[in-house]
């Protein structure tokens, strides 16, 4: 076993990790950071990590941001939270009205939840009660992406498709319709995201044109499926499932969790197939990082399903305690504020564009990388076994994970997904600061096969 600290061995005692097998702590023990400032996270021992997956994609503009840390502080300073049934503040109502300005034309009301599964089980609940409100009472199912995911309580669980995640609690989750979708580092049509037809949607359509009268609505996430190994593919994949959810009658719900926000370039990623959808899912980046809250947004046609006499029954009860909370709708605020007046998706493009200049200039010619894919400041690299046949390393070997404890002990988080290291880190890095996160996974691959020949 792996020599603690005090901290580390208290942490072990009282606290069960998330996705994670406790047991590897024995050998990699929870490291107990002390502060962050921008790019960087100290552990108790001094060192410094790159937080190249911005702490699970939620952090934008660097940890401790001096102006976000202001507005926490007064807002705190008048209003930590009131109960927001029947009571409301000026926060909610400023980020209701920033947040439309911004989103997809046709989403006008919103909805607070606190994480991205818990927005995924409200978008599917408002669908099934619109339509049996509605009177198309046999729409009672959904579909959704094969390897998609959507989050871990037992609804989003029900539209995800990670086994790692799901095959444990199939006998509690009423399953979606899952659907062949995008893959395109193995197309079967030989084709290239960037400049496919999206042919392969017809699996999609057959199975709408199928199922329609039965399924409320479709869940995807729209352009990158990220647990599924930041798959990346073409906006006219969504094009064509906007359009046909349409003509028959079926609601779309677009999962921007994670790739809202500017991640993918635009501010959402709905933007570059110039769609909107029915129901849009937003968290993650939503408050720059700070807090934990999501929002779901919808349609005035949706909403007005629910807009009755309360003796009707329509009214749509979810709910939870921290909904609508004062601190996290001003950091929300805050975070729209800093897109507009610094300009983010400028950073963001020149900055993506660097990123994916010196990724393939660093991996092009590398034996095991398969294939570097980017979109926006989102990047991954597949690590293969075999380059020609695109043959993976075997699930048992942790490829990914052994190359991720490899870069920690150079000073850099990179999460593995699979045998998938990808990049997602804040706004606020640097193009030396690229050039320096590029290096050490480089180095920390040439380690691990170093290690794996030997």
């Not at 300073?77 to 989103?103: C, D, M, Q, Y």
């Not at 509690?172 to 395109?184: A, D, H, M, T, W």
């Not at 990047?379 to 048992?396: C, M, S, Y």
Request: hydrophobic share 35%; charged share 25%; net charge negative.
């Amino acid at each position: 076993m792996t020599k603690m600290s005090d901290l580390q061995k208290k942490d072990l005692e009282y606290i069960f990790h998330p996705c994670s097998q406790m047991k590897d702590y024995e050998d990699l023990p929870p490291i107990v950071i002390t502060e962050g400032k921008g790019l960087y996270l100290k552990d108790e021992f001094g060192n410094t990590y790159m937080d190249c997956v911005s702490s699970w994609w939620v952090n934008l503009f660097g940890h401790s941001n001096d102006r976000i840390n202001k507005v926490l502080y007064d807002q705190a300073k008048s209003l930590e939270h009131v109960i927001f049934a029947n009571f409301t503040h000026k926060p909610a109502i400023e980020l209701g009205e920033l947040l439309t300005e911004v989103v997809p034309k046709g989403l006008t009301k919103l909805f607070f939840t606190d994480n991205g599964a818990s927005s995924i089980e409200v978008s599917l609940k408002l669908s099934f009660q619109y339509y049996q409100q509605a009177g198309f009472t046999k729409k009672k199912k959904f579909i959704s992406l094969a390897n998609g995911y959507h989050g871990e309580t037992i609804g989003a669980l029900a539209v995800g498709d990670v086994d790692i995640f799901t095959e444990t609690y199939r006998p509690l989750i009423k399953e979606s319709i899952k659907v062949q979708g995008p893959n395109c580092f193995n197309c079967p049509y030989k084709l290239n995201f960037e400049n496919c037809d999206a042919e392969c949607f017809i699996h999609m359509e057959k199975a709408l044109e199928t199922h329609h009268e039965e399924v409320a609505a479709v869940v995807v996430e729209p352009l990158v499926q990220g647990v599924a190994g930041m798959r990346i593919y073409s906006p006219k994949y969504l094009i064509k499932l906007r359009e046909l959810t349409k003509k028959l009658n079926v609601h779309f719900i677009a999962d921007e969790i994670a790739v809202g926000f500017g991640r993918t370039g635009k501010m959402f990623a709905c933007e570059h197939a110039g769609i909107s959808p029915d129901i849009m899912c937003i968290g993650k980046g939503l408050t720059s990082g700070y807090f934990p809250m999501s929002i779901v947004l919808m349609t005035e046609d949706i909403y007005k399903a629910f807009y009755a006499d309360y003796f009707e029954g329509k009214s749509f009860l979810h709910s939870h305690s921290y909904s609508g909370n004062p601190l996290g709708c001003r950091l929300a605020v805050e975070t729209l504020k800093i897109f507009k007046e610094e300009n983010i998706l400028q950073t963001i493009e020149k900055k993506g564009n660097y990123l994916r200049n010196k990724a393939i200039q660093l991996f092009k010619d590398h034996p095991n990388i398969g294939e570097y894919r980017q979109i926006g400041l989102i990047g991954a690299f597949e690590f293969v076994k075999n380059k020609e046949t695109k043959e993976l390393f075997p699930a048992t070997d942790r490829v990914g994970y052994e190359i991720y404890k490899i870069a920690l002990k150079k000073g850099a988080l990179l999460r593995p997904l699979g045998n998938v290291i990808y990049f997602m880190p804040p706004y606020v890095i640097t193009e030396e600061e690229i050039d320096k996160m590029l290096e050490i996974c480089k180095e920390s691959v040439e380690e691990y096969l170093d290690q794996r020949n030997k």
